[in-house]
């Protein structure tokens, strides 16, 4: 399998991933929590957060996938790479109200590092340098 293939794969199953979080907290907020790490449901009406990271997630998963229909490679590697932060931000936030540090690293740590790895993946496959043919002598 080559390279692109490999990263095609890689890069599909994060958008379906991404895609599938996003609906997961903008369909059923309360019953996503749990799985992100936090210890408790926020507050008062803090659930329309939990909304808006479904709404940063899908439109995550959005743009990967655009680029990913589209053939842009090179954009999708850094996408990628810009989107390894929002993992690790949501990693930050778990440790600082005090989720667990197994949630933390593994779930968002995780995530962020393999988001991040996909991204180098594809710069390195579109980073090769492409050789163009020599045009043909035309006998005289």
Do not use: C, Q
């Not at 993992?87 to 995780?110: S, W, Y």
């Amino acid at each position: 399998m080559s390279l692109k293939n490999v990263n095609t794969v890689l890069a599909t199953a994060g958008t379906l991933f991404v895609l599938y979080l996003g609906l997961s907290f903008i369909l059923f907020p309360e019953a996503s929590t749990p799985g992100v790490g936090l210890p408790t449901w926020p507050a008062g009406d803090g659930g329309g957060f939990l909304v808006m990271k479904g709404i940063r997630e899908f439109s995550m998963g959005l743009v990967l996938g655009v680029l990913l229909v589209t053939g842009h490679r090179r954009a999708l590697g850094w996408v990628l790479l810009m989107e390894a932060v929002a993992p690790f931000g949501d990693m930050i936030d778990v440790l600082t109200h005090h989720g667990t540090a197994a949630a933390a690293f593994g779930i968002h740590g995780l995530t962020s590092a393999l988001i991040a790895l996909t991204g180098l993946l594809v710069l390195r496959e579109t980073g090769k340098t492409r050789t163009v043919p020599a045009p043909a002598a035309h006998p005289a």
